[in-house]
Nanobody, 118 residues
Framework: QVQLVESGGGLVQAGGSLRLSCSAS????????MGWYRRAPGKQRELVAR???????NYPDSVKGRFTISRDNAKNTVYLQMNSLKPEDTAVYYC????????????WGQGTQVTVSS
């Protein structure tokens, strides 16, 4: 069984920064991509950042230039550095690992709350 454990959420004022971490444990192998998603109240879940094994990243325009995703392959850990936070960034943030070969499995973290006050 694979477990993803997130940390780093919290309350921050607008303009502040937070760093999220997500570590995988268990029978995980061949990590193909790691990502962060968020779900704000009353909204659908959306992709925030994604990084592939090869290091390619993608971000939606809403966070581009403010958020940075990075990874530590040796630790099976992905990070999300969030700068210049805005109230509209308030959401529950979930990490996601796509792994396995040839099948591509999806594993999710439990979610961590990020609240940005104005």
């Amino acid at each position: 069984q694979v477990q993803l454990v997130e940390s780093g959420g919290g309350l921050v004022q607008a303009g502040g920064s937070l760093r999220l971490s997500c570590s995988a444990s268990g029978s995980i192998f061949r990590i193909n991509a790691m990502g962060w998603y968020r779900r704000a109240p009353g909204k659908q879940r959306e992709l925030v950042a994604r990084i592939t094994t090869g290091g390619s990243t993608n971000y939606p325009d809403s966070v581009k230039g403010r958020f940075t995703i990075s990874r530590d392959n040796a630790k099976n850990t992905v990070y999300l550095q969030m700068n210049s936070l805005k109230p509209e960034d308030t959401a529950v943030y979930y990490c996601n690992f796509q792994w396995g070969s040839p099948a591509n499995f999806n594993s999710w973290g439990q979610g961590t709350q990020v609240t940005v006050s104005s």
